[in-house]
């Protein structure tokens, strides 16, 4: 029998966050832990595939599945954990199939948990200025939530993912639509809202100008 793994402190979930850089087969522990049936060893090892994450998520990839069956668990911390992690891969190229961001998705509008909320917003706008397709598959669930969560408390969280995948390797046309999008509140709007909403729209004038 396997030995357990030791990440009940974190202490030891950042030794083995190291340790699993240079060995696979913790990385393939930890995502079968996620995928698991325990709730407590599901959030230690998804703290832990958080700090992988952080340090080279490339090691993460062939894991990619198991990770993401996280964001199908009860618990808040197990998802908003996984979704930092899918976002750190995301931006190592990892792509991803309908049926996760659809997970992502319903994380993006969970009623209990705003952490889990602003992870999931996160997720979508770090995969979606990755690059250029990813910018397109996933606008349409930007743009919902800026409609959902314009004038919340979090939106102003929110503003700077915005600005960050305006200024990101999106296309011209999401560029566009996300620029019409913060029009208004570019010109009459106040305080962060207005400054982070200028921003966007000055990133966009940015592009045109580099197409020409």
Known sequence: MAEELKIGTAEEREELAEQALTDESLVDALAQEIAGSSRIRRQKAASTVALVADKDASVLLPYADDIASGLTKPEAQTRWEVLHALDQMGKA?????????????????????????E???HFFCGY???SVDNSEEVWTQIDEAIQC???NPEFTDMLM??????EGNISLATSSALAQRMKFDSE?????????????????KKRLENEK
């Open 128 to 130: 979606g200025s990755a």
């Open 149 to 151: 969560y314009h004038g």
């Open 188 to 204: 009459n709007a106040s305080g962060t809202l207005r400054m982070r909403s200028e921003q966007i729209v000055a990133a966009h």
């Open 93 to 117: 190229g990892q792509r991803y199939d309908e049926d996760v961001l659809v997970a992502a998705e319903d994380s993006l509008y969970d009623e209990t948990n705003g952490f889990v909320r």
């Open 119 to 121: 992870a999931a917003f």
């Open 161 to 166: 993912q915005l600005v960050a995948f305006a």
